[in-house]
């Protein structure tokens, strides 16, 4: 089966949610939680079907978020919203 493999980027992550259409609103964007150790967002760690992951101490969240990235990451989202033509909701993830 198909496979896209990348190299790991250790730095912090965010996403910015797009709702609607023509054009989309595009929400504040949000950093997620990194595991200290791993620095694989908790959220990916846990979940439905497989077992809850206790962080190997206190979750970090090791970017800031000045309004000059969120520009640009909300520029970013609307841009590949665009590209994969998107309707009405969309997720988009950044890592840094």
């Known amino acids: 089966q198909p496979a896209l493999v990348e190299a790991f980027i250790s ?19 949000v950093q997620r939680a990194l595991d200290p150790e791993t620095r694989i967002g908790i959220h990916a760690l ?7 992951v206790t962080p190997r101490g206190s979750p970090i969240t090791p970017g800031r978020l000045e309004p000059a990235l969120e520009e640009r990451l909300a520029a970013l989202a609307l841009r ?3 590209a994969l033509e998107c309707r009405d909701f969309a997720r988009i ?3 840094l």
């Not at 992550?13 to 929400?27: A, R």
């Open 93 to 95: 993830d950044f890592r």
């Open 80 to 82: 590949a919203f665009a």
């Open 46 to 52: 846990e979940g439905p079907g497989r077992e809850a």
């Open 11 to 29: 730095g912090p992550e965010f996403t910015v949610t797009l709702i609607g259409n023509d054009p989309p609103s595009v929400l504040p964007a």
